[in-house]
Antibody, heavy 119, light 107 residues
Framework: EVQLLESGGGLVQPGGSLRLSCAAS????????MTWVRQAPGKGLEWVSS????????YYADSVKGRFTISRDNSKSTLYLQMNSLRAGDTAIYYC????????????WGQGTLVTVSS | DIQMTQSPSSVSASVGDRVTITCRAS??????LAWYQQKPGKAPNLLIY???TLQGGVPLRFTGSGSGTDFTLTINSLQPEDFATYFC?????????FGGGTKVEIK
């Protein structure tokens, strides 16, 4: 059974940093690209960042480019999102998502971790 | 960026009704489109990918169609568990983008 377990969310002041982690199990993690998607309270879904299976390609939404860094450790089956210079607009539930095959479609989602940026 | 426009933003329907949700892409995306269902407090769930391929375990009353710029999600014979919010997503180009969502409510 595929499981994605996010951690690392919490309350942080504007300008602060957080590192999200996503522990994956139930599939060959190193074979799949992974993604972070976020959802602000009461709002729609927003793609944040994606990383290829081999870690050689990364992609970012303009809203987070230069502030967030996606990475992965295939030996630990873990996905990360380093978030710096956080803003109030980054407040959201952050979902770790597995990709279907070679497409950028999301077949398994974690339960999400809430990031709140507030003073 | 490819804009995904969903309509309607909300719909009221009764159990047994047929509901149709549309999604329009601002440029052609072939069949690189997925539909997700999200219930309150839960993560989204993949329903359809490749515009018309049903994800495993999804009931047959869900159907998807379309290609290029215009896509449709149809729920035939709406069931109580189908009351939720539905999102489309294009997987053709980065940045990946979602539609604004359609909330299916009980009439």
């Amino acid at each position: 059974e595929v499981q994605l377990l996010e951690s690392g969310g919490g309350l942080v002041q504007p300008g602060g940093s957080l590192r999200l982690s996503c522990a994956a199990s139930g599939f060959t993690f190193s074979s799949y690209a992974m993604t972070w998607v976020r959802q602000a309270p009461g709002k729609g879904l927003e793609w944040v960042s994606s990383i290829s299976a081999s870690d050689d390609s990364t992609y970012y939404a303009d809203s987070v480019k230069g502030r967030f860094t996606i990475s992965r450790d295939n030996s630990k089956s873990t996905l990360y999102l380093q978030m710096n210079s956080l803003r109030a607009g980054d407040t959201a539930i952050y979902y770790c998502v597995k990709i279907v095959g070679n497409s950028w479609i999301f077949d398994y989602w974690g339960q999400g971790t809430l990031v709140t940026v507030s003073s | 960026d490819i804009q995904m426009t969903q309509s309607p933003s909300s719909v009221s329907a009764s159990v047994g009704d047929r509901v149709t949700i549309t999604c329009r892409a601002s440029q052609g995306i072939s069949k690189w489109l997925a539909w997700y269902q999200q219930k309150p407090g839960k993560a989204p769930n993949l329903l359809i990918y490749g515009a018309s391929t049903l994800q495993g375990g999804v009931p047959l009353r869900f159907t998807g169609s379309g290609s290029g710029t215009d896509f449709t999600l149809t729920i035939n014979s709406l069931q109580p568990e189908d009351f939720a919010t539905y999102f489309c997503q294009q997987a053709h180009l980065f940045p990946l983008t979602f539609g604004g969502g359609t909330k299916v409510e009980i009439k």
